[in-house]
């Protein structure tokens, strides 16, 4: 599977890899979920796949979501708890 921005797919007989590509901290976006949730449909639909790699390039993984692209940040005067905003979930 091939057109993704964020994400490289790569597979190969029985091993398939995700590789968040958003360096340098991969950090996780919208866009760049969808794109995970399309490839690992596809690398669920291969017979014979026994392993799926998850890696990043760059210097880390994945930092965190990128709460700068909500369109309706949360207004509270408790500090903030780790989850989804309503807009991104």
């Given at each position: ?17 995700v590789v ?9 976006s919208v ?18 796949l026994k ?39």
């Amino acid at each position: 599977m091939s057109g993704f921005r964020f994400i490289r797919y790569l597979a190969d007989y029985d091993v398939a890899r995700v590789v968040l590509s958003r360096p340098p901290l991969n950090i996780m976006s919208v866009e760049m979920m969808r794109e995970m949730a399309a490839a690992l449909d596809e690398a669920a639909g291969r017979p014979g796949l026994k392993a799926l790699v998850l890696s990043g390039d760059g210097k880390a993984f994945s930092a965190s979501p990128a709460r700068w692209r909500c369109r309706s940040p949360a207004r509270s005067s408790t500090p903030p708890r780790p989850r989804a905003c309503r807009c991104c979930a």
